[in-house]
């Protein structure tokens, strides 16, 4: 999925939307909202075919941070063809922060969408 912006005129009732296709600047909040939906699309159907990875990190959400992380790390030192596969997937959000020299992240995006929420 990919968010576009929509701009309004209050003098006129006219909207426009980029053109389809069109390619969000990478550093922008809409380039990160591109970017991390498709790693996190890549993550779901990887998760979805591997059940014993998306149960470590699904239970690691409801467990102290120590204990997630051991878990976590278990699993993975346990599978790691299934770690470089995830970090394979990962990899286009971790270029784009490195690119962008920022630590935005979809989280921080999540914690905004809150905020105005309220």
Avoid: W
Avoid at 52 to 73: E, F, H, I, W, Y
């Amino acid at each position: 999925m990919v968010f576009g912006v929509v701009s309004c005129s209050a003098i006129a009732v006219v909207c426009t939307s980029p053109p389809a296709g069109a390619v969000p600047a990478p550093c922008s909040a809409s380039g990160l909202a591109a970017t991390a939906s498709g790693v996190l699309n890549g993550a779901s159907g990887y998760l979805d075919a591997h059940p014993g990875a998306n149960d470590v990190l699904t239970n690691a959400v409801n467990q102290p941070p120590a204990d997630a992380k051991s878990a976590v790390r278990g699993y993975f030192i346990g599978h790691p063809g299934e770690f470089l596969d995830l970090k394979n997937i990962a990899q286009p959000l971790l270029d784009l922060r490195r690119q962008c020299n920022t630590a935005a992240s979809p989280g921080q995006l999540v914690a905004l969408f809150d905020a105005l929420s309220d």
